[in-house]
């Protein structure tokens, strides 16, 4: 996905502010004019991400701060590899070192789970996808996670893509009544601007077109309801093995179709057997582990 340095610098100064807050007392022990050199190295296998953030990190409190990276994000890391080198003034390295690696290893974590996610299934047509659990304040950071570590993209909020879930039908009255009103909600967007991406319709700051929405059914009935009413990517929430290889012969083809609900890495392959063409993992982004990684100082 592409990276907004707007949203990653806003994310860093947050967590430089919560962790700095007036000041590094303790960096204050160290002479002002002090260097220092660093390597960051990594103590388990993984998938790196957060390059960017990062980054950011040592460029907002000192842009002195030199860092010589030997990996790329997405790139599998061994333990005890080198990632980066890092050589600048002793106080910023300091002071950075626990925000930057927060960063590095919370979104090598998500990288890393989604990797095993995609590994998983390899071999048939689904793609794997995230939701929008994620941990607040880092959705951009966790959705770029996951595409570091193979997997794809789901809208990133409620304001880029027409979902309609069961609450929604539940309000609406059925789910012809609420595709009834997407498309009357096309009506009023005709003539504004949309991006298509992934069989859905993304916002512009235009407006929206809401022909290609995608709708939650929970069983066969409302599968069938929400094809007669024409729509075109369908969610099948929480449906069983033998219940998502008759959505997918139901469909035959005339709908896209994405699996979600009680998705692991003991099922995710017999998920994806059934045919449907995607897969979404809430656990990718909401349960997090971070990956172990060291940032030591070098001897002067």
Same mark, same amino acid.
């Given at each position: 996905?592409?990276?907004?340095?707007?949203?990653?610098?806003?994310?860093?100064?947050?967590?430089?502010?919560?962790?700095?807050?007036?000041?590094?007392? #303790?960096?204050?022990?160290?002479?002002?004019?002090?260097?220092?050199?660093?390597?960051?190295?990594?103590?388990? #296998?993984?998938?790196?991400?957060?390059?960017?953030?990062?980054?950011?990190?040592?460029?907002?409190?000192?842009?002195?701060?030199?860092?010589?990276?030997?990996?790329?994000?997405?790139?599998?890391?061994?333990?005890?590899?080198?990632?980066?080198?890092?050589?600048?003034?002793? =106080?910023?390295?300091?002071?950075?070192? =626990?925000?930057?690696?927060?960063?590095?290893?919370?979104?090598?974590?998500?990288?890393?789970? #989604?990797?095993?996610?995609?590994?998983?299934?390899?071999?048939?047509?689904?793609?794997?996808?995230?939701?929008?659990?994620?941990?607040?304040?880092?959705?951009?950071?966790?959705?770029?996670?996951?595409?570091?570590?193979?997997?794809?993209?789901?809208?990133?909020?409620?304001?880029?893509?027409?979902?309609?879930?069961?609450?929604?039908?539940?309000?609406?009255?059925?789910?012809?009544?609420?595709?009834?009103?997407?498309?009357?909600?096309?009506?009023?967007?005709?003539?504004?601007?949309?991006?298509?991406?992934?069989?859905?319709?993304?916002?512009?700051?235009?407006?929206?077109?809401?022909?290609?929405?995608?709708?939650?059914?929970?069983?066969?009935?409302?599968?069938?309801?929400?094809?007669?009413?024409?729509?075109?990517?369908?969610?099948?929430?929480?449906?069983?093995?033998?219940?998502?290889?008759?959505?997918?012969?139901?469909?035959?083809?005339?709908?896209?179709?994405?699996?979600?609900?009680?998705?692991?890495?003991?099922?995710?392959?017999?998920?994806?057997?059934?045919?449907?063409?995607?897969?979404?993992?809430?656990?990718? #982004?909401?349960?997090?582990?971070?990956?172990?990684?060291?940032?030591?100082?070098?001897?002067?």
């Amino acid at each position: 996905m592409p990276l907004n340095n707007t949203d990653i610098a806003a994310s860093v100064t947050r967590a430089l502010a919560e962790d700095i807050g007036t000041g590094d007392i #303790t960096a204050r022990l160290i002479p002002e004019q002090a260097t220092a050199q660093a390597t960051v190295i990594s103590r388990e #296998t993984a998938v790196l991400s957060g390059r960017p953030w990062f980054d950011e990190v040592f460029r907002q409190l000192d842009a002195r701060v030199q860092i010589d990276w030997q990996v790329s994000d997405g790139d599998h890391i061994l333990p005890n590899q080198t990632l980066c080198e890092l050589h600048g003034p002793a =106080r910023a390295l300091l002071s950075g070192e =626990r925000t930057a690696l927060n960063f590095l290893q919370t979104l090598s974590g998500t990288a890393t789970l #989604t990797a095993r996610y995609v590994d998983a299934i390899r071999g048939t047509r689904a793609k794997v996808l995230d939701t929008r659990k994620t941990l607040p304040g880092l959705r951009t950071a966790q959705k770029y996670a996951v595409t570091c570590g193979g997997g794809h993209n789901h809208r990133m909020g409620l304001y880029d893509a027409v979902l309609i879930k069961e609450n929604h039908i539940a309000v609406a009255g059925s789910v012809a009544a609420a595709l009834a009103q997407a498309r009357a909600m096309d009506g009023e967007s005709a003539g504004r601007e949309a991006v298509s991406e992934r069989g859905l319709i993304h916002w512009t700051n235009t407006g929206a077109v809401l022909r290609a929405a995608e709708i939650e059914v929970e069983n066969i009935d409302q599968l069938r309801a929400a094809l007669s009413a024409g729509a075109t990517r369908i969610l099948l929430d929480n449906f069983d093995l033998e219940a998502l290889n008759a959505a997918v012969r139901e469909t035959s083809g005339r709908a896209t179709l994405e699996a979600s609900g009680g998705v692991t890495l003991d099922n995710i392959r017999a998920i994806a057997q059934s045919g449907v063409d995607f897969i979404s993992v809430g656990s990718l #982004t909401k349960h997090v582990r971070a990956i172990d990684l060291s940032l030591r100082f070098l001897p002067h």
